[in-house]
């Protein structure tokens, strides 16, 4: 089993069993049913090996007295070695505490139902080993090349952690067809992170609001109370509705409006399907007041120009001056490049991750900003026809280290190129073909003259539309349908959806010949 950085390292401590009591198998059974009930768990666990004398030496440093006799003793038999972890105790002081003092005749004496006082005889075959702290247990490891005790960590909650899954539902959000990715990139590096938190005002529709505001208020309720025992407080019953007196509140919380994760996971159950949905195909900003309140669509879409005229406004001063409040007037702020899911991966692919593939906000955060940089540089150098590689980047002002430069949680983080993604990213190529596929006409390399025209159409169906009335579609379309291409960047793109056949009150030609099979049925 190799190491796993992402996993959790468990604390552990070393037992070694004796020649001795090696060499009784029901004895080395009845060992391993008391460490069970004991509630500690055998990790690499190795039945019988024969030690060599540099293991010797190096488990026994301490014991230079014996060293001798124990040599002696422990090269006379084969040993049985283990690993011991406990899930809420100091496995060190648990295993310590049952195998007694080194000596059995004072274990038994402290405590007749130690190891060492029921199978120990001596000193030196006291039958028993165990680590003295965790230095000595991992170098105890170390010796026989165990590898460290780990277990997969228990998944929490963490609004600070960000998965791409979580991202993507934020940038591709399912009620937009083309949303600018970029834009809520920029908005999520500033005012982030985005949540899978939904509000049961905006995002429920009203027999689900009235199941979340219940189950916030059970929530909003425990918390009150959790604070009153905080500061002392002894909690008061309510008071009724006959006595007409309301009895004053020491802690006081405003009402909770949105349904995080862990919320939503109680009452997934309860929601109806379309709400279910919502909650698994939406990743929200949070805003407002006590972060109540859940930015939308068109509060996003007014942020981005924001942020986006502020920028290009203060590169335009740096450059033009004063003529920078007039150029920007007539700048379109809709940011020029795209990025797709693809390239998005690409920009993170360097990062590091925990267990469940989730990304440390502030390293996002500082990649995207350093790639910000980049393309707002890019759009600079349209506006004003300058070259982009005479802008220059602030950080490289700084003399540090370039380990520096590639840590994203330095301040000094540096992308190393001058271009956006989408004008340096290449699609893989297919080197290979399918064997059982045909070979495609427009790429034989000698044509016959009856196969040039088709050759060329084939082409031209690659990169183009084909535009018809539809009063020639029988002469033009049922020759040359495969012109119309299907176009894969829309989420239901098919060649329909995308292409335009023009007609008087006919409607599209899809559409057309459908009626006139309908008929004819």
Same mark, same amino acid.
């Given at each position: 089993?190799?190491?796993?950085?992402?996993?959790?390292?468990?604390?552990?401590?070393?037992?070694?069993?004796?020649?001795?009591?090696?060499?009784?198998?029901?004895?080395?059974?009845?060992?391993?049913?008391?460490?069970?009930?004991?509630?500690?768990?055998?990790?690499?666990?190795?039945?019988?090996?024969?030690?060599?004398?540099?293991?010797?030496?190096?488990?026994?440093?301490?014991?230079?007295?014996?060293?001798?006799?124990?040599?002696?003793?422990?090269?006379?038999?084969?040993?049985? #070695?283990?690993?011991?972890?406990?899930?809420?105790?100091?496995?060190?002081?648990?295993?310590?505490?049952?195998?007694?003092?080194?000596?059995?005749?004072?274990?038994?004496?402290?405590?007749?139902?130690?190891?060492?006082?029921?199978?120990?005889?001596?000193?030196? %075959?006291?039958?028993?080993?165990?680590?003295?702290?965790?230095?000595?247990?991992?170098?105890?490891?170390?010796?026989? %090349?165990?590898?460290?005790?780990?277990?997969?960590?228990?998944?929490?909650?963490?609004?600070?952690?960000?998965?791409?899954?979580?991202?993507?539902?934020?940038?591709?959000?399912?009620?937009?067809?083309?949303?600018?990715?970029?834009?809520?990139?920029?908005?999520?590096?500033?005012?982030?992170?985005?949540?899978?938190?939904?509000?049961?005002?905006?995002?429920?529709?009203?027999?689900?609001?009235?199941?979340?505001?219940?189950?916030?208020?059970?929530?909003?309720?425990?918390?009150?109370?959790?604070?009153?025992?905080?500061?002392?407080?002894?909690?008061?019953?309510?008071?009724?509705?006959?006595?007409?007196?309301?009895?004053?509140?020491?802690?006081?919380?405003?009402?909770?409006?949105?349904?995080?994760?862990?919320?939503?996971?109680?009452?997934?159950?309860?929601?109806?399907?379309?709400?279910?949905?919502?909650?698994?195909?939406?990743?929200?900003?949070?805003?407002?007041?006590?972060?109540?309140?859940?930015?939308?669509?068109?509060?996003?879409?007014?942020?981005?120009?924001? #942020?986006?005229?502020?920028?290009?406004?203060?590169?335009?001063?740096?450059?033009?001056?004063?003529?920078?409040?007039?150029?920007?007037?007539?700048?379109?702020?809709?940011?020029?490049?795209?990025?797709?899911?693809?390239?998005?991966?690409?920009?993170?692919?360097?990062?590091?991750?925990?267990?469940?593939?989730?990304?440390?906000?502030?390293?996002?955060?500082?990649?995207?900003?350093?790639?910000?940089?980049?393309? #707002?540089?890019?759009?600079?150098?349209?506006?004003?026809?300058?070259?982009?590689?005479?802008?220059?980047?602030?950080?490289?002002?700084?003399?540090?280290?370039?380990?520096?430069?590639?840590?994203?949680?330095?301040?000094?983080?540096?992308?190393?190129?001058?271009?956006?993604?989408?004008?340096?990213?290449?699609?893989?190529?297919?080197?290979?073909?399918?064997?059982?596929?045909?070979?495609?006409?427009?790429?034989?390399?000698?044509?016959?003259?009856?196969?040039? %025209?088709?050759?060329?159409? %084939?082409?031209?169906?690659?990169?183009?539309?084909?535009?018809?009335?539809?009063?020639?579609?029988?002469?033009?379309?049922?020759?040359?349908?495969?012109?119309?291409?299907?176009?894969?960047?829309?989420?239901?793109?098919?060649?329909?959806?995308?292409?335009?056949?023009?007609?008087?009150?006919?409607?599209?030609?899809?559409?057309?010949?459908?009626?006139?099979?309908?008929?004819?049925?």
């Amino acid at each position: 089993m190799l190491f796993d950085p992402k996993q959790e390292n468990l604390p552990y401590t070393f037992a070694l069993i004796k020649p001795d009591t090696t060499l009784k198998p029901n004895v080395v059974q009845e060992v391993v049913n008391k460490i069970e009930a004991a509630g500690l768990t055998i990790k690499n666990f190795v039945q019988v090996q024969q030690l060599y004398r540099e293991e010797v030496l190096n488990l026994f440093y301490k014991q230079q007295k014996y060293m001798d006799e124990i040599m002696t003793y422990m090269l006379s038999g084969e040993c049985v #070695m283990f690993l011991l972890c406990h899930e809420t105790e100091n496995p060190i002081l648990v295993w310590k505490k049952m195998i007694g003092n080194k000596d059995p005749i004072e274990a038994k004496k402290a405590d007749p139902q130690s190891l060492r006082g029921i199978y120990g005889t001596s000193i030196i %075959k006291n039958e028993f080993h165990g680590s003295d702290d965790p230095f000595s247990a991992n170098k105890e490891r170390d010796i026989f %090349k165990f590898p460290i005790p780990q277990k997969i960590p228990d998944f929490k909650f963490d609004k600070m952690l960000v998965s791409l899954e979580t991202l993507f539902k934020f940038l591709y959000p399912p009620n937009l067809e083309h949303s600018n990715a970029l834009e809520r990139l920029d908005i999520f590096a500033i005012y982030g992170p985005c949540v899978n938190y939904h509000s049961v005002d905006q995002c429920l529709c009203r027999e689900c609001a009235l199941v979340g505001k219940e189950h916030l208020e059970g929530v909003r309720e425990s918390l009150i109370a959790s604070e009153q025992t905080k500061l002392g407080i002894k909690i008061r019953p309510q008071p009724t509705t006959a006595t007409k007196t309301q009895l004053p509140q020491r802690v006081q919380l405003p009402p909770i409006r949105l349904l995080k994760e862990e919320d939503i996971k109680q009452i997934y159950q309860s929601l109806c399907e379309k709400c279910q949905f919502h909650c698994n195909g939406y990743a929200h900003l949070q805003g407002g007041r006590n972060m109540q309140h859940i930015m939308t669509d068109q509060e996003l879409n007014t942020l981005a120009k924001e #942020m986006n005229k502020q920028e290009i406004l203060e590169l335009l001063y740096s450059e033009k001056g004063n003529a920078a409040n007039v150029m920007i007037e007539t700048i379109d702020l809709n940011e020029p490049n795209h990025y797709t899911k693809e390239m998005i991966q690409l920009l993170f692919q360097e990062l590091e991750t925990d267990y469940y593939n989730r990304f440390k906000f502030y390293h996002l955060q500082n990649v995207i900003l350093e790639d910000r940089r980049i393309r #707002m540089n890019a759009w600079m150098s349209i506006l004003i026809n300058k070259p982009i590689h005479r802008f220059k980047n602030p950080k490289l002002v700084c003399k540090v280290p370039p380990e520096m430069r590639k840590n994203p949680e330095s301040i000094h983080y540096t992308i190393n190129r001058i271009l956006p993604l989408n004008q340096t990213y290449k699609k893989k190529d297919i080197t290979k073909m399918p064997l059982d596929f045909p070979p495609n006409l427009a790429d034989k390399e000698k044509l016959n003259p009856n196969e040039e %025209k088709l050759a060329l159409l %084939k082409k031209l169906h690659r990169d183009t539309h084909h535009m018809v009335e539809i009063q020639d579609a029988k002469k033009v379309v049922s020759n040359g349908v495969y012109l119309l291409r299907k176009y894969n960047d829309g989420r239901n793109g098919e060649w329909d959806n995308y292409s335009s056949l023009k007609a008087m009150n006919r409607g599209s030609y899809v559409n057309y010949e459908e009626k006139k099979r309908k008929e004819k049925l």
